[in-house]
């Protein structure tokens, strides 16, 4: 069964998401394509970012599943608008944070996060809260690098992620490290590789290909999220935002 995920990154800046890592995850049976949102931030660096990402984020939701989209992965550790997507979208639609942390939640007895700044952890602490995995959160540290500098110095950045998680690993008690950002995409590897080389292995979850897959999984298992729970808002007149419109 093929399968078509598409990875919607909600910002405005053109090349923090290059086709190449869109294509890392591409099989036989999986394609998955991307877009930006047309208004919004330039990145997502607190709940103030993620509430201006939300009504772009939607738009392209809604005209993927209009395309013909099996499954819509949004492309930020905030989860921004997953919910307010469910309910406009009958296909599947994942956020990063969720699937990240509950897969972490089944890999060991606890988890730490490793993120971009100090004003993320409050939006991440919250996020295991409302997704039930909070008990299972050994800790949530950060490395001071923003979004936007992420591509500048890999070196760097790799070298500031696995120092944060080998202290996350010695000194909070994790088992498993999630990366608590987009923007580390393809830095799981190297980093696992690292701990293991310090006597340290451990599981490092990357989260858009956990997400990515995991969508694809629900289409082949003909699953999707439940309107019970996110159910279709009520068509009324939404002013400033005719691409939201339900009302027909």
């Given at each position: 069964?093929?399968?078509?995920?598409?990875?919607?990154?909600?910002?405005?800046?053109?090349?923090?998401?290059?086709?190449?890592?869109?294509?890392?995850?591409?099989?036989a049976?999986?394609?998955?394509?991307?877009?930006?949102?047309?208004?919004?931030?330039?990145s997502?660096?607190?709940?103030f970012?993620?509430?201006?990402?939300?009504p772009?984020?939607?738009?392209?939701?809604?005209?993927?599943?209009?395309?013909?989209v099996?499954?819509?992965?949004?492309?930020?550790?905030?989860?921004?608008?997953?919910?307010?997507a469910?309910?406009?979208?009958s296909i599947?639609?994942?956020?990063?944070?969720?699937?990240?942390?509950?897969?972490?939640?089944?890999?060991?007895?606890?988890?730490?996060?490793?993120?971009?700044?100090?004003?993320?952890?409050?939006?991440?602490d919250?996020?295991a809260k409302l997704y039930g995995?909070?008990?299972?959160?050994?800790?949530?540290r950060?490395?001071?690098?923003?979004?936007?500098?992420?591509?500048?110095?890999?070196?760097k950045?790799?070298?500031a992620?696995?120092e944060?998680?080998?202290?996350?690993?010695d000194?909070?008690?994790a088992d498993?490290?999630?990366l608590g950002?987009t923007g580390?995409?393809?830095?799981?590897?190297?980093i696992?590789?690292?701990?293991?080389?310090?006597?340290?292995?451990?599981p490092?979850?990357?989260?858009?290909?956990?997400?990515?897959?995991?969508?694809a999984?629900l289409?082949?298992?003909g699953?999707?999220?439940?309107?019970?729970?996110?159910?279709?808002?009520?068509?009324?007149l939404?002013?400033g935002?005719?691409?939201?419109?339900l009302?027909?």
């Amino acid at each position: 069964m093929s399968v078509h995920v598409r990875v919607i990154t909600p910002i405005v800046t053109e090349g923090i998401r290059t086709l190449d890592d869109i294509r890392a995850m591409e099989s036989a049976d999986l394609t998955v394509t991307h877009s930006l949102i047309d208004i919004g931030p330039a990145s997502i660096e607190s709940e103030f970012d993620g509430a201006l990402a939300v009504p772009g984020l939607l738009a392209k939701a809604m005209e993927a599943e209009r395309a013909g989209v099996d499954a819509v992965v949004i492309d930020c550790m905030g989860d921004p608008g997953l919910t307010a997507a469910r309910e406009v979208l009958s296909i599947p639609v994942l956020g990063p944070a969720e699937t990240s942390m509950h897969v972490a939640a089944m890999l060991g007895r606890s988890f730490s996060i490793v993120t971009v700044l100090e004003s993320v952890r409050p939006m991440l602490d919250n996020l295991a809260k409302l997704y039930g995995v909070h008990e299972k959160l050994a800790s949530i540290r950060v490395i001071d690098i923003p979004v936007l500098e992420i591509g500048l110095d890999l070196g760097k950045l790799q070298h500031a992620l696995t120092e944060q998680a080998q202290l996350a690993l010695d000194q909070d008690g994790a088992d498993v490290i999630v990366l608590g950002c987009t923007g580390f995409f393809g830095c799981s590897e190297a980093i696992a590789h690292a701990l293991a080389e310090h006597g340290s292995p451990a599981p490092v979850i990357d989260p858009v290909p956990a997400a990515v897959f995991t969508a694809a999984a629900l289409v082949r298992a003909g699953l999707t999220h439940s309107k019970r729970t996110y159910a279709i808002p009520p068509k009324k007149l939404i002013k400033g935002f005719p691409q939201l419109n339900l009302a027909g």
